[in-house]
């Protein structure tokens, strides 16, 4: 982990670690709504001009 985030500490990766194992069920929960909410808003919006305009032209289904 630390090569992709060289910025943060190893004491700072080991905290992070830490927190999630000890709020695990709360953040799990957190974003499956956040993903959930994001999967709403997507399908409220429908296809989007691109999407349309290659279907249009049969490029996808």
């Known amino acids: 982990m ?6 943060l500490s190893m004491s700072q990766i ?9 709020h695990q069920q709360e953040l ?3 974003m499956q709504r956040r993903f959930e ?3 709403q808003l ?3 919006a429908g296809p989007s001009a ?3 305009k290659l279907r249009h032209r049969g490029l996808i289904k």
């Open 28 to 30: 799990d929960a957190d």
């Open 2 to 7: 630390q090569l992709n985030h060289r910025y």
């Open 42 to 44: 997507r399908q409220e």
């Open 37 to 39: 909410y994001a999967e």
């Open 50 to 52: 691109l999407v349309k």
């Open 14 to 22: 080991h905290s992070a670690l830490a927190y999630y194992w000890d």
